[in-house]
């Protein structure tokens, strides 16, 4: 590991000591390799001025529900010094406790709460203080005698900090250890099982002093042959069982959960070890990270029913074992090996997976090079159940969000690039739901930057490109709960006697026949899916036909039909189907201003008043078909299937 210190940045900061803070733990924040996802915490020491004008000196810390890799000023909360000596000096304190005088000491009142390491920040007599969760220190603590490699490692003037629980306890401990000590003889300090701390007058200096610390276990890993192997071997996916185990796992978890394939090389690698099943099954790389992923994935075999089944019987088991009187959370896995597959992850939204994802890459990489210093050895059970029902650590988790309506489900929509297709997306990841979002246009693979939406390019009138394109729905999000299927051509206008033979062959391809194929290739996966259903987008032409707009008129007919037929035939599997017929939708790619005056003008109107040119006198736009369509997808319509709903704002031939 290099240090990224820039004198140039540096040199913005002004030798504001705050700014400061914020720059180095920038630096820390953005090497995956030392925290990830809120992992680790800084803090700097400095003396200001209160109201009084007295001075006082303060500790500025990461304040909870930061993260380092974007932390500004605002998420360093100020507690007065003080009161972290004299909270360090008690002989117990709760957490409920710690939390509540922590924060009655901050002189800023908006403030985040403060760190749960802040007393012992605060006992570091030093400026500057960082503390990281480096891999590489972590993993070589996490081996038999552990402990006698990192003394060896880094000398008599490394403390060695034994584990205990973070927050007061762990202040405590130090603080007793330290009783006496010369701090200024110390290059840093390293918590077993856990992390590094390192301090400093200088923010360079204490930065730097990581990086060093880190680089010696990392040169250490190394000479040691520790490595983290890789295939070129292709992954074996099997789709519908990845859709299996999402239904199963989201059973267990009570509500629809995503799950995300890691299919990368080193993921294929370690799902194919002899001993992979063996080796993941010891435990975390920290114990923070029990919150998000378990003690242990989930090892898949041929029955994954049975896996299931056991993991929760050994769940609940190990709760049995360890509980103190504490509620039991949900037995379901955060993450399992597929062998041959990789591994998956299993969260509510992107975001968890995303942070499962990352962790158990790291966690992978940290097993197979302990494997090589005498095996993983990670924290106790004990101790991990104490972390993961930590009141403290669990609060984390609570902060999220308030559920929305289609939380946890997995949405594909056709035609997604623009106009109703596009204006679907968005209202659907408004209401909590992930989307694969297909369009024949490539520039689908850039126009979502949520993680939330998946733009993948597929012809839809080619069978072999929508196959391609579930696989990898099913890979990125699990499953397939919902479907809206909107893609469509608007032929130019040919009555029947000159009617082109290649157009109406086209229309009925595409407005009708890739519908029905996009159906039946979706079907597996909606029967897997959680309240399964399927919004058609037709036409009021279905009602209302033109002349000259047969080929067009006929297909969305026929596509009609086909939604009809299938309400019939899914509603026995629970599945509902169907179809909005949209009229008079102006914001969408096919209607550009000049074609929207001439045709204005062909019907002596104005282009307002060719706009609202129905019963209500108003305009439909996208986003109103959109809302639709989710609505429809929603619970609101758990009743219904088979139903044509016209959305047009009112149309005398279609009423
Ligand atoms: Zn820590």
Sequence with gaps: MKSSWNSKEAKKCKGDLLKLRVYTSCLLGKEEDLVLHGGGNTSVKIKEKNIFGETEELLYVKGSGWDLATIEEAGFSPVKLKALHRLAELDTLSDMDMVKYQRMALTNPSAPNPSVEAILHGIIPFTFVDHTHADAVVTISNTPGGEQKIRDLYGPNMLIVPYVMPGFILAKAIYEQ??????????????????????????????????????????????????????????????????????????????PILSKLDH?????????????????????????????????????????????????????EYFEKYNSGEQQLDPAPRWGI???????????????????????????????????????????????????????????????????????????????????????????????????????????????????????????????????????????????????????????????????????????NINMTSHQQLLQQCLPYLELGFDPAVVIIGSKNVYAPGPGASAYSVAKAGLTQLGRIAALELGGKGIRVNILHPNAVYDTALWSEELLKSRAKHYG????????????????????????????????????????????GGNIRVI
């Excluded at 990270?289 to 993991?311: G, M, V």
């Excluded at 996208?622 to 619970?635: C, E, H, I, T, Y």
């Design 338 to 508: 597929l062998p041959g597959m990789g591994s998956v992850s299993f969260g509510p939204s992107m975001k968890a997976v995303k942070i499962i994802e990352d962790i158990t890459a790291h966690t992978k990489k940290a097993i197979c090079q302990a494997e090589h210093l005498g095996g993983w050895k990670a924290l106790g059970k004990k101790d991990l159940f104490e972390m993961e029902y930590w009141s403290l650590e669990q609060a984390k988790l609570k902060k999220a969000k308030a559920k929305k309506t289609m939380q946890g489900k997995v949405a594909l929509v056709t035609g997604a690039a623009s106009g109703i297709g596009k204006a679907c997306v968005e209202s659907l990841v408004e209401e909590g739901a992930v989307v694969a979002a297909l369009d024949i246009d490539k520039k689908i693979n850039s126009i979502f930057p949520q993680k939330e939406v998946l733009g993948l390019q597929c012809d839809i009138s080619k069978t072999k490109e929508i196959s391609r394109s579930l696989k990898q729905t099913i890979m990125h999000f699990g499953g397939l709960d919902l479907l809206i299927t909107n893609a469509g051509i608007f032929p130019k206008s040919s009555t029947i006697a000159e009617m082109d033979n290649k157009l109406w062959e086209k229309s009925l």
């Design 264 to 316: 990368s090389p080193e993921s294929v690698a370690f799902s194919n070890l002899n001993d992979a099943k063996k080796i993941s099954n010891r435990g975390p790389l920290t114990p923070d990270h029990i919150i998000r992923t378990k003690r242990t994935p989930i090892f898949f075999t041929k029955n994954h029913q049975k896996n299931l089944n056991t993991f929760k019987k050994q769940y609940e």
């Design 178 to 255: 330290t009783k006496g000590l010369d701090w200024s003889q110390l290059d840093g300090m390293v918590l077993m099982n856990h992390g590094v701390f390192t301090f400093d007058h200088d923010p360079r200096f204490s930065y730097e002093k990581m990086i060093l610390i880190v680089s010696m276990a990392e040169d250490y890993l190394k000479k040691s042959g520790a490595t983290f192997p890789r295939t070129k071997k292709k992954p074996r996916v099997d789709t519908l069982k990845l859709a299996q185990i999402r239904r199963e796992v989201s059973q267990m978890w009570g509500a």
């Design 605 to 648: 109107l104005t282009v307002q008043e060719y706009k609202t040119n129905n019963v209500l006198k108003a305009e439909v736009t996208s986003k109103d078909v959109a809302n639709m369509a989710v609505a429809m997808l929603g619970p609101l319509f758990s009743k219904i299937t088979g139903a044509q709903l016209p959305i047009d």
